[in-house]
């Protein structure tokens, strides 16, 4: 058994071994374009823990455990990610309240984690690091089965995921034709190496860069929600965990309502043995003599968000005396009155595309899209910061869904994520929303309107592939529609008239075209005659210039 400081150098180990691999874990990704890439979103995703892990000295591998699941929720980033936070999750639930992490919890954090992870993927697919996990699970299972120690369980979990890892070609036929092990997969097994060198040896992995992941971002690439004033109307930010009682027969619903009563901003998670509070209230002693009742405390933090204004008022007029830089830039996050029933949070990127959907009533936007995979603390910021009682999101796509997800848990508002995976889906459930209806209603409409819209992709190859029957070279012209390759070419407009014309059928009415960086006017005036040309007699073609990157045409048809 080893202690929690061991624990969290376990974890600080695998997030610098992550993070020192995560070039390697990219280079995995077998699909020619330009994405999050794997091994960067679960390196930034670890990279969130670190700084809190670090602050810990002498706590308990439960306590260690649920700083450690708490800042991953927050910081995930990608579908990578959020699997990655969830199997950790299991570290919270399988090691609880323990003094000392064992061979026993740490089998139980293992199958925790898996079953959190299936649960919350949708169509799990085998062949990924879902199976990598399932099996050093299984593994860690036989070994404890065995009267296997710790380091022989942990061994035979680490095994059971390297064998796993160099199967996934087997279940994955993209992964066998490209000679490639699943890039997540890999990752979790760099994590569990890392892990492993301070349980056998006690050696932490050290860091390749003295600076973490989100401190290196470039400006172009940060993730950031933005910063949402309002009226601070309590003064003091509280947040504690409550170890439940298992003698109390209070229901967590009961903290909930008393602390609503003496504050706002009230969020109340709970499970079977934990229930994470967070309250603004101007009486933080009554909160925390009300939440004892119910269990003993941890991870106590009370903060004057009226101080914290003030200096980062400070900090911002100070930053804006000098050209900023990367390390500069911090995000204010704050939660605002509640003064309309419906908003809305909208994730792209292009100054055209956000100015599209802020006319369209979305409230607030997080930078962020393929390639730029905000984290969940970034799309709960946005959220906390638009002034409704019930917010829609709207990820406009697919490796944003589920990190946007993780924050419905632990958002003060009702949250409803919409599975919109392209901008122009995006558009339709925004054009389909009626303030005439009710929050389930507009939800079933909103995603109908979205599932109608076809959308093609102009972009770039980002690697070498061999991919769908193409063989395509770096930087070549690619059209995507229904998220598969459709043409490969030299040129973006030739390439771009092969895609509307896949696209445009004889039932179509509406062609919207928006260009984004890397095409000027001039050519997007020459793409739309090229379309009015040949299609302007029996579709209505819009062109928008949305100023988006990676893509430079983003096609919708309706």
């Known amino acids: 058994m080893f202690n929690g400081n061991t624990l969290r150098d376990a974890v600080l180990s695998g997030a610098n071994n992550i993070s020192n691999n995560r070039k390697a874990v990219d280079d995995l990704n077998v699909f020619p374009v330009p994405d999050g890439d794997t091994g960067t979103n679960m390196s930034m995703t670890m990279g969130n823990a670190v700084r809190e892990l670090e602050k810990l000295e002498g706590a308990a591998a439960g306590k260690v455990a649920q700083v450690n699941a708490s800042a991953l929720l927050r910081g995930a980033r990608g579908n990578s990610g959020v699997i990655t936070s969830l199997l950790f999750r299991g570290f919270q639930k399988g090691i609880g309240d323990d003094e000392y992490i064992t061979a026993q919890n740490f089998a139980a954090s293992l199958k925790a984690g898996v079953e959190g992870a299936y649960k919350a993927v949708m169509k799990p697919t085998e062949g990924t690091i879902l199976t990598v996990a399932r099996v050093a699970s299984e593994k860690a299972e036989e070994a404890l089965a065995a009267g296997g120690d710790f380091m022989a369980v942990f061994d035979a979990a680490l095994a059971g995921a390297r064998e796993a890892l160099e199967e996934t070609p087997e279940l994955l036929p993209t992964l066998k034709k490209a000679g490639v092990v699943d890039a997540g997969g890999k990752g979790f097994v760099i994590i569990l190496e890392g892990m492993r060198s301070v349980f056998a040896d006690g050696v932490i992995v050290k860091s390749a860069s003295s600076e973490t992941e989100s401190e290196t971002q470039t400006d172009?690439?940060?993730?950031?929600?933005?910063?949402?004033?309002?009226?601070?109307?309590?003064?003091?930010?509280?947040?504690?965990?409550?170890?439940?009682?298992?003698?109390?027969?209070?229901?967590?619903?009961?903290?909930?309502?008393?602390?609503?009563?003496?504050?706002?901003?009230?969020?109340?998670?709970?499970?079977?043995?934990?229930?994470?509070?967070?309250?603004?209230?101007?009486?933080?002693?009554?909160?925390?003599?009300?939440?004892?009742?119910?269990?003993?405390?941890?991870?106590?933090?009370?903060?004057?968000?009226?101080?914290?204004?003030?200096?980062?008022?400070?900090?911002?007029?100070?930053?804006?005396?000098k050209p900023a830089k990367s390390a500069d830039l911090k995000k204010t996050i704050k939660a605002v009155e509640i003064t309309k029933p419906v908003g809305f949070v909208s994730v792209c990127a292009g100054e055209g595309v956000k100015a599209l959907f802020s006319d369209l009533g979305v409230d607030n936007i997080v930078s962020g899209g393929q390639t730029m995979n905000p984290s969940t603390d970034d799309i709960l910021g946005a959220i906390e910061g638009c002034p409704a009682q019930t917010v829609f999101v709207l990820p406009n796509n697919k490796n944003i869904i589920m990190a946007a997800e993780q924050a419905i848990p632990i958002s003060t508002r009702k949250v409803i994520v919409l599975h919109t995976r392209t901008i122009p889906q995006g558009i339709a459930a925004m054009l389909a929303f009626s303030e005439d209806a009710g929050d389930d209603e507009n939800a079933i409409a909103m995603q109908k309107a979205a599932e109608k819209i076809a959308t093609g992709q102009v972009t770039f190859a980002a690697r070498d592939s061999d991919f769908d029957g193409h063989k395509i070279k770096e930087g070549e012209i690619m059209a995507l529609t229904g998220g598969k390759i459709a043409y490969v070419g030299e040129e973006v407009d030739k390439v771009a008239m092969k895609l509307a014309g896949k696209m445009i059928k004889k039932s179509s009415e509406f062609v919207t075209v928006i260009y984004g960086e890397g095409i000027t006017d001039a050519d997007a005036q020459e793409f739309e005659q090229q379309l009015n040309e040949k299609y302007g007699d029996s579709v209505e073609i819009t062109f928008i210039n949305g100023g988006q990157p990676v893509y430079y045409y983003i096609i919708s048809v309706e």
């Not at 949402?228 to 109307?233: K, M």
């Not at 009961?254 to 509070?277: F, M, P, T």
């Open 220 to 321: 172009e690439n940060r993730n950031a929600a933005g910063e949402f004033e309002g009226d601070i109307t309590f003064t003091y930010c509280t947040e504690f965990i409550v170890n439940r009682d298992k003698d109390c027969q209070k229901q967590p619903q009961e903290l909930r309502s008393y602390l609503e009563s003496i504050g706002d901003c009230v969020v109340v998670v709970d499970d079977d043995e934990i229930i994470k509070v967070h309250v603004h209230t101007d009486h933080p002693g009554n909160a925390i003599e009300n939440g004892i009742t119910f269990g003993s405390l941890v991870h106590l933090k009370i903060e004057n968000m009226r101080d914290q204004h003030e200096r980062a008022k400070h900090d911002a007029k100070e930053a804006s005396k």
